[in-house]
């Protein structure tokens, strides 16, 4: 594959997971085609947009995987992120919708560009290339990450997307990713596939997001209660039950962001792996 192709291909990639995470339906929570979950400040228009603006940033991240320069990656990563940011504030008037997934999908982007998805690229090595440069890129400085998990671990000790990130994205791997696929290979369309891979998510990720705005308490209610609706759902599949859980959310003010993201993060994987056996 060309390098401009892989470069726009990779970037291509990027906005559809932001699109397909955004579009699941229903999400407990969070903003989705049916409802702005526990939040007021931003709907799907502006998370759309938000999403395209994005794709600019992620093809500079591939591009950078893809050439070797002077400086070192993780400041031109680092670089790439903040004009990013800039970008997404732009088309969000302010308000912040997809600064964590500005790093995540960047550092995956950025490891594509480097091992070269035309070359076929193993998940192991992937991980630990995605690892690998997010450990560099966080000690540059401040990390382009939400501040809020930085307050939640001081307290809690939960590592949230920091932690996520210097794992090489372990949950997204482990939990995100064999759900959504198990979910399609048993049947499920797109969108219910997504739907279980998030409750799987949620069932397990110790969500900073939800930390921050309930508590421990908050986050135990996130998983006991998403393990008990997947357990529902293998008897009964209705996503009435998610509604449910959705409103409960809502007037709990609880939005388990970190698990949304890590739903976008598995759809990007499951694209790269899922075009690197074509």
Not at 20 to 49: C, I, Q, W
Request: with cysteine; proline share 2%.
């Amino acid at each position: 594959m060309h390098k401009e192709d892989l470069i726009k291909n990779i970037g291509d990639l990027a906005v559809r997971a932001l699109i397909y995470e955004l579009s699941t339906t229903p999400k407990p929570g969070l903003v989705d085609k049916e409802n702005n979950g526990a939040h007021r400040d931003m709907d799907y228009e502006m998370f759309k947009k938000s999403a395209y603006s994005l794709r600019e940033c992620f093809e500079q991240c591939a591009r950078a995987g893809t050439e070797n320069q002077q400086e070192p990656m993780a400041f031109r990563l680092r670089k790439i992120g903040l004009a990013g940011e800039k970008k997404m504030f732009a088309a969000t008037g302010g308000v912040n919708t997809h600064k964590g997934l500005i790093f995540s999908l960047g550092i995956i982007c950025a490891a594509c560009g480097i091992l070269g998805m035309d070359r076929g690229i193993n998940a192991h090595l992937l991980q630990n290339t995605c690892a690998k440069l997010s450990r560099e890129v966080l000690e540059t400085g401040t990390a382009i990450l939400n501040t809020h998990g930085n307050m939640v671990y001081a307290k809690t000790g939960i590592y949230g997307a920091k932690g996520e990130a210097l794992s090489g994205f372990n949950t997204a791997f482990s939990v995100g990713l064999p759900s959504l696929r198990g979910a399609l290979a048993a049947g499920l369309k797109g969108n219910d596939a997504m739907v279980v891979a998030l409750l799987n998510l949620m069932a397990k990720t110790d969500d900073s997001n939800v930390v921050y705005r309930g508590g421990t308490e908050g986050l135990e209610y996130i998983k006991s209660e998403s393990e008990r609706i997947l357990r529902t759902l293998n008897s009964e599949y209705n996503l009435d039950i998610v509604r449910d859980f959705d409103k409960e959310c809502i007037r709990r003010n609880l939005s388990p962001g970190g698990s949304a993201d890590l739903l976008a993060v598995s759809a990007m994987l499951h694209m790269i792996l899922e075009e690197d056996q074509t």
